[in-house]
């Protein structure tokens, strides 16, 4: 101000008298100035941290919490797949993993929406945790690391334990040989778990599982370390389990994509704030899960492909390769395709019809834990469609008094009277002609959920009739 008032000697006087109360006014207030600018930068940092405090209390999907559920991929029956499942995800209790399957289903990986603490407490602790972050009890599962090894000669498929050491064909392996105890490290699906070294099981019942592993289906027994049998390799079973880990794996990925979007404003907090902490070890561990999917979808492998076997009517389908056929007989298809049977008390083959065995202790408790699991799933199937079936009545209800309505105004006003007809106005005529459709659709369901209903109150009579 002083250069410039020097030289302003040829400005009039009134500016110039102007600019000299504008030098005293900064003179007298530019430490206030300065001062503002310092409240201004505080302000700032204070608004930056109750943005990241409300972030961290409430968590936008856009930090990270993601908005939508991966999808259902069934496993564990396959033949009776083509019915419906109420539900929109197979961890509701429905049937799933390992079955022979219908079509299979398409690749998509969507995001999962993390809403338990699985992973910020039991994962790779004292518990599993599928997807979601829901935990589930600890389970251990003790076989041979070489399972193949193990397959000895009973019937061409029953392994055999003598002395507490298992043997092959070729003979006892030895004592040096001893099986491993794994835990379960996730819950891919309601009947799908990947294990800590890779391998992929998929449970039957409390103590029966199937070992998938290098391409090759082992029917397994907690009771004992070794395989009963090899079963048939399911090329489509196989395929259902590499679709759902790879779902899962991209899940995990883009979980982890998104916390590390909500990390960046977030993580300086890690000192303060519990939950932030939290989501960092939530962070690590989906990215060792998805590691470890990748390391599982290498170790499940892929058998050659097979052919879907041709069933007679009223066959139902146990397991992956296992089926009670109409005369109450089931049938095990073997890894050589050739099948064994049992009639839950003696044993035979497909080759040797005239020389029956004792069926395996072990067979036929397994057999009927499989059973038992199975009757309680058919029971939540019928009650399901049963609710489902309620519901449909109440709509059909509706319907009808909708049409009765429309009907009035069609025949005491117009025809081309208006109303309402859900969020939208048409003509009474018209809106007849649609509830006229919907009542069709409505009776079609209605159909559908009975004939499903008498399907699974057979299975259940057939079940309940076979001596496991």
């Known amino acids: 101000m002083d250069a410039l008032l020097e030289r302003a000697a040829q ?9 000299e109360r504008l030098r005293e006014f900064l ?18 940092a204070v608004l930056v941290v109750i943005m990241t405090l409300a972030n961290v209390i409430a968590p ?15 496993v564990s029956r396959g033949f009776s797949s083509s019915y419906s499942v109420r539900g929109g995800s197979s961890f509701e209790g429905q049937r799933s993993v390992g079955g022979s399957f219908g079509a299979a289903g398409s690749f ?6 993390i809403t338990s603490t699985g992973f910020r407490s039991t994962y790779r602790g004292s518990g599993v945790t599928d997807i979601y972050g829901n935990p ?10 070489e399972p193949d090894v193990y397959i000895t000669v009973r019937g061409d498929s029953f392994s055999v334990g003598r002395g507490g050491v298992a043997h092959s064909s070729q003979g006892a392996l030895g004592s040096t040989a ?16 990947v294990l800590e070294n890779g391998d992929v099981v998929v449970t039957l019942s409390d103590d029966g599982y199937l070992l998938l592993k290098k391409g090759r289906a082992y029917l397994m027994s907690q009771k004992q370390p070794a395989p009963l049998m090899e079963m048939l390799a399911d090329s489509e079973l196989f395929l259902r389990v590499s679709q759902q880990l790879q779902e899962q794996s991209a899940s995990a990925h883009y979980e982890r994509e998104a916390h590390g979007s909500w990390l960046g404003w977030a993580s300086w907090t890690r000192s303060l704030f519990p939950t932030v902490q939290g989501d960092i070890k939530e962070s690590q561990n989906l990215q060792d899960l998805e590691a470890r999917l990748v390391n599982a979808l290498q170790r499940v492998g892929k058998p050659p492909p097979t052919k879907p076997v041709p069933l007679e009517p009223g066959t139902i389908e146990l397991f992956s390769g296992a089926f ?17 049977y049992t009639d839950g008390k003696m044993w035979w083959t497909d080759k040797t019809s005239d020389k029956h065995e004792p069926c395996p202790a072990l067979l036929q408790g397994l057999l009927r834990g499989i059973a038992t699991k199975l009757m309680m799933e058919i029971d939540a199937d019928i009650k399901a469609d049963q609710n489902y079936l309620m519901e449909l009545s109440q709509e059909h209800a509706s319907l009808v008094r909708d049409l009765m309505e429309y009907t009035y105004f069609s025949n005491n006003l117009d025809s081309s009277y ?12 018209q809106a007849i002609s649609r509830t006229q459709q919907e009542i069709a659709v409505n009776d079609s369901e209605s159909a559908k959920t009975h004939t499903e209903i008498e399907k699974w109150q057979k299975e259940k009579s057939t079940l309940l009739d076979f001596h496991f």
């Open 27 to 44: 003179r007298l207030h530019l430490t206030l100035l300065e001062t503002f600018g310092r409240w201004c930068y505080r302000l700032f």
């Open 324 to 340: 009670l056929l109409p005369n109450r007989t089931v049938a095990l298809r073997k890894a050589n395709g050739e099948w064994q």
């Open 418 to 429: 208006e109303v309402d007809y859900g969020t939208d106005q048409m003509s009474a005529d």
């Open 11 to 19: 400005l009039p006087k009134d500016l110039i008298t102007e600019l």
């Open 108 to 113: 998509r990986p969507p995001p999962a929406r």
């Open 136 to 145: 589930y009890r600890s389970r251990v599962f003790n076989y041979y690391d």
């Open 178 to 193: 001893a099986p491993k105890e794994t835990k379960a490290l996730f819950v891919a699906d309601d009947d799908l778990m």
């Open 60 to 74: 936008d999907n856009a930090f990270g919490k993601g908005s939508f559920g991966i999808g259902r991929a069934s």
